[in-house]
């Protein structure tokens, strides 16, 4: 049946054609942003899971920047204590060098001091961040510094934070602290002879020191107080260079973490480019097919009119 009022064949036509507009908007926006989920009206439950692991993405991102700056305080101080332990050996081999019989030992103590303030310089200048492993305070209650590690969320949504510790106790040189001696170079040692005061590493002096028997024998002490000294140093350097590779360890897993999030969030959300742009082609016929369709049924009006001719 034909009507004039009710155009049955231009009304298919036009709903047609309006869910093909509907579908090409859709799928221009996914070509435009590049997601197949961009909003919580897309698909609630995605775009809720993307939002997280986003959100984790960026946590996990600032872990490794934490670890990066905790890597780089713990290779200052490697390089600091490699560079005093350096320094050391060069004052044993001064020591050693005076114990011969007749030397001028004045002289080897003007070098001796030159030395000796090169070392306090190396562990002053072994700061990072305001951070100097090196050279803390003993009587600080929490001699450990901890470093970010790792953030992880639970099946529950909970969150928990790990660390990496630092026994300063372990790597501290010289006692920052006013009128206290706790590090590996400035704790005191008495001379078994002499009636001077006790000895470090940092101040010992041997411009007074004679060919006499005890004399000697006070020498021999400095010269085993240093090697000591440089062993413990060692055992200390042995310690950074442990946290430093685990230190490196986290870092290099946040990275793996980040590129596995990226690839899971891309998959939940992103767009397929090659699909949306062959599927925006096929609803450019459709479009242009309904213009047409509804073209058409508009005429059929026509037709009846041609009747009454």
């Known amino acids: ?3 004039l009022n009710t155009n049955i064949a231009a009304m298919t036509a036009l709903q ?3 869910s093909t507009n509907s579908e090409m908007l859709q799928t221009q926006n996914r070509i435009s942003t590049g997601l197949r989920v961009a909003s919580a009206s897309d698909n609630a439950a995605y775009w809720s899971i993307a939002t997280t692991m ?4 960026q946590s996990i991102s600032t872990v490794a920047d934490a670890l990066g700056l905790g890597s780089a305080t713990a290779d200052i101080a490697a390089k600091g204590i490699e560079s005093a ?3 050391a050996g060069k004052i044993k081999d001064k020591l050693l ?3 011969t019989p007749g030397v001028d030992r004045a002289k080897i103590q ?4 030159e030395l000796q ?3 306090k310089s190396v562990i002053d200048g072994a700061s990072f961040n305001g951070q100097n492993w090196l050279k803390s305070d003993s009587d600080d209650a929490t001699s450990t510094r901890t470093i970010v590690s790792s953030f992880t969320r639970g099946s529950d949504g909970s969150i928990s934070i790990g660390t990496i510790s630092v026994d300063l106790d372990k790597t501290r040189l010289v006692d920052s602290t006013t009128g206290t001696a706790a590090g590996l170079l400035d704790t005191a040692t008495a001379l078994p002879n002499a009636t001077a005061t006790d000895y470090t590493v940092l101040d010992l002096d041997i411009s007074s020191l004679t060919d006499s028997e005890d004399d000697l024998e006070d020498l021999e002490a400095m010269l085993s107080t240093v090697d000591t000294s440089i ?3 060692t055992d200390a350097a042995s310690s950074l260079g442990a946290i430093k590779t685990r230190i490196d360890i986290q870092k290099d897993f946040a990275n793996s973490m980040m590129a596995a999030i990226d690839k899971g969030v891309g998959q939940l959300v992103d767009a397929d480019m090659n699909e949306e742009s062959t599927r925006l082609q096929a609803l450019q016929v459709r479009q242009q097919l309904g213009i047409q369709a509804l073209s058409i049924a508009n005429q059929s009006a026509q037709s009846i009119l041609s009747l009454f001719r």
């Open 16 to 18: 047609t054609l309006r």
């Open 1 to 3: 049946m034909s009507s």
């Open 110 to 113: 003007s070098e001796i001091t």
């Open 97 to 99: 060098a005076a114990r």
């Open 85 to 87: 332990i350096d320094i």
């Open 231 to 233: 062993s413990k140093m």
């Open 54 to 57: 986003r959100g984790d993405r």
């Open 117 to 119: 303030e090169s070392l």
